[in-house]
């Protein structure tokens, strides 16, 4: 597609389900970062992908959180037993080079936690 | 640590007037630059960025941004404002020794009165 496509964009989750985010980036591009954006908040880093291979995860809050691209493409970010903490907005962006140049944002998927 | 700070939580300005959006940050050696705009519903965009050279970067929409090294400022400026400018603005720079992160600041709600 001609952008980043996340879905869903809206989730609403009990406390200690699990959910999973979906991101489709741009064809092609390298690069895939999640981030995670609370209200009134810049965006903070959780993961970079470079193709398939998950080169940096020192962002992820927790061992509930866990991201995969298994085929260089689309990413999953998947969050275990969720707490209401984790009511955010996550952002996936895409960049055709390695590295945080240029970045393509997706809409956000926003989880709220009850 | 390296750090990015967005002095303004809010800026107002009327329509056809000169905006400035401010920035600076800290960061050891040299800083990559960036500012992105946020407008509701949608993804981050990517306005411009200094990497080296000319000191006065143009972006898309008309924005423009001054890097200065020895205010350690970055700040984002348009000469003449539209309504159509009104969005949350993000100042972001890449970490030192680390191509894969982006720190950004809180940023800036631009409001543009007709």
């Known amino acids: 597609g001609a952008g980043v496509s996340q879905s869903p964009r809206y989730k609403v989750a009990k406390r200690g389900q699990d959910v999973a985010l979906r991101c489709d980036p741009i064809s092609g591009h390298v690069s895939l970062f999640w981030y995670q954006q609370a209200l009134g908040q810049g965006p903070e880093f959780l993961t970079y992908f470079q193709n398939e291979a998950q080169l940096d995860k020192s962002g992820l809050p927790s061992d509930r959180f866990f991201a995969e691209r298994p085929e260089g493409s689309v990413s999953t970010l998947k969050i275990q037993r969720t707490q209401q903490e984790d009511s955010a907005v996550y952002l996936c962006a895409s960049s055709l080079t390695t590295g945080a140049n240029v970045l393509t944002f997706g809409a956000g998927s926003r989880l709220t936690v009850l | 640590a390296q750090s990015v700070a967005q002095p303004e939580d809010q800026v107002n300005v009327a329509e056809g007037n000169p905006l400035t959006v401010k920035c600076t940050y800290s960061v050891s050696g040299n800083p990559y630059l960036f500012w992105y705009v946020q407008y509701p519903n949608r993804g981050l965009q990517f306005l411009l960025k200094y990497i080296t050279g000319d000191n006065l970067v143009k972006g898309s929409y008309g924005f423009e941004a001054e890097f200065n090294k020895s205010q350690t400022s970055f700040h984002l400026k348009k000469p003449s404002a539209l309504v159509s400018d009104s969005a949350l603005y993000f100042c972001?720079?890449?970490?030192?020794?680390?191509?894969?992160?982006?720190?950004w600041g809180l940023g800036t709600s631009l409001a543009v009165n007709p």
């Open positions: 972001a720079v890449r970490e030192a020794g680390n191509n894969r992160k982006l720190i």
